[in-house]
């Protein structure tokens, strides 16, 4: 306690030190959780953005391209590549849709829930062994810093995301 690293009153002065280290952290966490996926990934000759689009169309079974546009935040041409390479490979069907033609709406195949899962599983691993070894408190606690790092209208998706699978 004595460094300012512990306790809730010492948090909110931080020195920059501290705040870099947290940086640091937060880049060689991010490896770690990525790093699974990535090998994964990398021997279909896919990437991240391909891991994304997986994760949030298996959360959102058939939601819209307009949707996933907003929830990532890529251009349309940059998702258009990832959505073809995956539809073409048979990971993902695309769906007119029965209200509004104009839209299409978009899910896993069979062989795109295998692999969606096989990369989520890594990491939920890596999650679950992360979050026994710090405990509920660190848990609940690092998931506000997550919180409270997001811009205001990603906090505003992410929460009604998290809203509509609770």
Known sequence: MADGTTGGENLLFLTDEQLRKGIEAMFFAYRGFTADPDRILGELSYGRA??????????????????????????KQSLNRVLRTLIEDGLVESRVGREDRRERH??????GADLERKLSEAQRA???????????????????VLEAMMDESIRAQYLALKDAKT
Do not use: K
């Open 126 to 144: 890596r999650m679950r062994a992360a979050y026994r070894a710090a405990g509920p408190q660190a848990v609940a606690g690092f998931r506000q």
């Open 106 to 111: 978009l899910y896993l195949t069979r062989e």
């Open 50 to 75: 391909h891991h994304r689009a997986l994760h949030f169309i298996n959360r959102s079974s058939g939601t819209t391209v307009n949707n996933l546009l907003s929830v990532l935040g890529v251009t």
